[in-house]
């Protein structure tokens, strides 16, 4: 299809021909099929909802199409309406519009749409196994056709997918706002969420899925190497030349560790127990070498250990076994984690030792019991030899994958004294104090240019910056910092550009800021030739109450509300955003987290420096004023540095209570 016709499909929305019928094919792509819950009436109730889309004349087809799908796969996706153009992030002026930040937008979109990003393109997921962008191919032509006829003083609702419309607003407004699955209180069980999502009237809008705010492995990656070089850091090493980093998993995000393990400068050995993702991360280059014998692996590491090597060893076989193998030869291992999926731990996300991966499959299924007892066991014995390595110096972490609490349910002997868990997880013990508490996140940003050449330029400006800081910066942060320089200066050479052009760069609100205000400038001088997306993932300082992740440093009781994701969302909303978004779930699952980010796509403008400054500045010292609020040490100092900044800024510190004032309680 050329330009032209795209952009004509683009501002027709929902074709007044109907699309000849999908033809659904078995595969891999497909979205799991999601569980048939609904009554007869209310399976009336989704396809009448389903039509609401449609001329009348197409009612009869459509309905009998649609009930069918929904009995097939639990949802009304539309396949048919799929369009027949690539989806990806083109230029931004490939996209017909009437304003750039609508077209910014329609690329975001499709990135997150693109059949070599998204996970399930089919049914619109972009990760996470329903991370949604829409609800059915309906809501995304019209949302695409309502972007690229919006006007600079209009704003589109968008509830779950679905757009509501175009609004009169301002010019200074986001030109969309997004709720994802946002419920009434008592409605966010699991299972209402298969409901209502059946109905369609919400969806999973995961973090960056439903945000439009993906920019595929190279999030985790980063986030994963911060989150190893700082564990290094926790028990005292400088760097980790000759450190060996033990864990499990390289799927979907566990795949990372072994990329940030090298970049990190480390020995990375990742155990997985499935042979064909080991030989898709081989195939890529995220792993160096891979091993099925133990001992052989052994004789290897002494190596790797002796020469300072950088890198990825893959081992395939389960976590245990190799535990277990690396006592006996007396391999000091520094740091360790685990990534198996243990938040999903009986059906396939974590395998028992003793069984080969297929008969673990078979068994899961036809002895459902047995399969949860192999299960337990092996998760007793794992934490047994995990408690052994720690017993010889090294540091374990929780990677937010259940680990701590699925061990605990198995018996394991994985509490102290006090009844609390022995390990820490990586955001209450790295993540939380080290990055999230003094204003450190994933900022991103994105070329709407769609060019390497301007992604390099933006680059090599974000390093200056960052170099700059980092002389006047207090010691506090240097490390911070000086992790940053170093991930920016070799961003090009890992090549983890996949779709859009962009970056991640973890920065706090100064670095977000001059580093924005620089690209802006670069804009202003014809430097980078079109504007640039700023953006982050919603894991972040402010983002994102979830008290079992990302706000699980918080100590005060506070990290059950979800007062701070909120605020951050209206606060982003009329300081600059150009779109801005709120989710009930992401991560840990829906009912357990609320959610949001914001885009904002700068074009040069004096106008840009103002929301520029306003906006990000809000955006990270909100989170720390709430975690200075929660008395968390670094917090209290990042406010207070701000308020010495920024005279505007007043914020209400705690006092401190001396703790033998309360023994008396
Ligand atoms: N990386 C992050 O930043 C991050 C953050 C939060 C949570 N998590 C959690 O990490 C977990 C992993 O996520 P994912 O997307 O990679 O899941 P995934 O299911 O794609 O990958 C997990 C891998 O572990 C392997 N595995 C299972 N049991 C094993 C065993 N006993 N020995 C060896 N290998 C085994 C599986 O074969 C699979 O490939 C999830 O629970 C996720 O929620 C990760």
């Known amino acids: 299809m050329n330009l032209l016709d795209f952009k004509q499909s683009i501002l027709q929305g929902i074709p007044s021909t109907m699309p000849e019928k999908y033809n659904y094919k078995n595969i891999d792509t497909h979205a799991p099929k999601r569980i048939d819950c609904l009554s007869k009436p209310e399976k009336k109730l989704a396809v009448e909802n389903a039509l609401r889309y449609f001329p009348k004349k197409w009612h009869q087809e459509l309905s009998e199409e649609f009930l069918q799908e929904l009995n097939s796969f639990g949802r009304i996706y539309m396949y048919r309406f799929k369009p027949k153009y690539k989806i990806y992030a083109r230029s931004i002026n490939d996209y017909p519009h009437k304003c750039k930040q609508a077209a910014a937008i329609m690329l975001m979109i499709q990135n997150n749409l693109d059949d070599n990003i998204a996970q399930h393109p089919e049914e619109l997921i972009t990760y996470g196994g329903n991370g949604a962008v829409f609800q059915n191919w309906a809501q995304y032509l019209l949302t695409m056709k309502y972007l690229s006829t919006m006007k600079e003083d209009q704003t589109l609702s968008i509830y779950s997918g679905h757009p509501m419309g175009l609004f009169p607003s301002s010019k200074d407004s986001p030109r969309v706002v997004i709720t994802n699955g946002t419920m009434i209180p008592n409605y966010s069980k699991p299972n209402d969420l298969e409901k209502f999502n059946s109905l369609g009237v919400t969806q ?6 439903g945000s439009y705010m993906y920019i595929g492995p190279q999030g985790i990656v980063h986030g994963t190497m911060i989150t190893i070089l700082n564990a290094g850091r926790k028990i005292g090493f400088k760097n980790l030349n000759g450190k060996l980093f033990v864990t499990s998993g390289l799927g979907g995000m566990s795949g990372a560790q072994a990329k940030a393990a090298v970049i990190a400068g480390c020995i990375g050995v990742v155990a997985e127990i499935d042979k064909q993702v080991i030989e898709k991360r081989y195939s890529q280059g995220w792993i160096d070498e891979k091993f099925d014998n133990l001992s052989e692996l052994s004789t290897r590491l002494k190596t790797a250990k002796k020469n300072n090597e950088f890198i990825s060893i893959a081992y395939h076989g389960n976590i245990v076994d190799l535990w277990e193998q690396l006592l006996k030869d007396k391999i000091k291992v520094e740091l360790g984690s685990d990534q198996t999926s243990l938040h999903n731990p009986y059906s396939g996300g974590y395998y028992p030792t003793g069984l080969t991966f297929n008969q673990s499959k078979t068994l899961i299924s036809s002895e459902p ?19 052994q390595h720690t017993e010889k110096g090294m540091y374990f972490f929780d990677y937010g994958n259940a680990f ?5 349910r198995a018996n394991a002997d994985i509490l102290d004294s006090n009844q609390k868990f022995k390990y820490p997880s990586y955001v209450q013990d790295i993540m939380g104090p080290l990055c999230f508490d003094y204003g450190f996140g994933p900022f991103r940003w994105i070329c709407a240019s769609g060019t390497n050449t ?14 700059k800081y980092l002389q006047e910066a207090d010691e506090e942060i240097k490390p911070q910092l000086q992790d940053n320089l170093t991930w920016i200066k070799n961003a090009k050479l890992n090549k983890l550009v996949v779709g859009s052009k962009a970056r991640i760069l973890y920065s706090d609100s100064k670095g977000r800021i001059e580093i924005a205000l620089a690209f802006n400038k670069a804009i202003r001088d014809k430097i980078i030739s079109e504007p640039i997306i700023l953006g982050r993932d919603h894991h972040d300082v402010s983002g994102t109450d979830s008290p079992y992740r990302e706000t699980s440093n918080i100590y005060d009781g506070s990290q059950f509300t979800s007062d701070m994701s909120v605020q951050n969302f209206v606060g982003d909303s009329f300081r600059g955003a150009t779109w801005v978004s709120l989710h009930n779930g992401g991560g840990v699952g829906w009912g357990e987290v609320i959610n949001g980010g914001f885009g904002m796509v700068i074009d040069g403008s004096i106008e840009c420096d103002k929301k520029i400054k306003n906006m990000l500045f809000w955006d990270v010292n909100n989170g ?3 975690r200075n609020w929660a008395r968390n040490p670094n917090s209290i100092y990042s406010i207070k540095k701000a308020m010495n900044e920024n005279s505007s800024l007043q914020v209400t510190i705690p006092v401190l209570v001396d703790k033998k004032t309360l023994e008396f309680i």
């Open 454 to 467: 301007d992604l390099d330029k933006s680059d090599k400006i974000a390093a200056e910056v960052i170099e």
């Open 204 to 209: 999973y809008g995961q973090m960056t899925a």
């Open 404 to 408: 701590l609490l699925e061990a605990s």
């Open 624 to 626: 720390i004023a709430r």
């Open 369 to 387: 019991e047995l399969f949860k007892q192999k299960v337990q066991e092996t998760l007793r014995k794992h934490v047994s030899l995990i408690n």
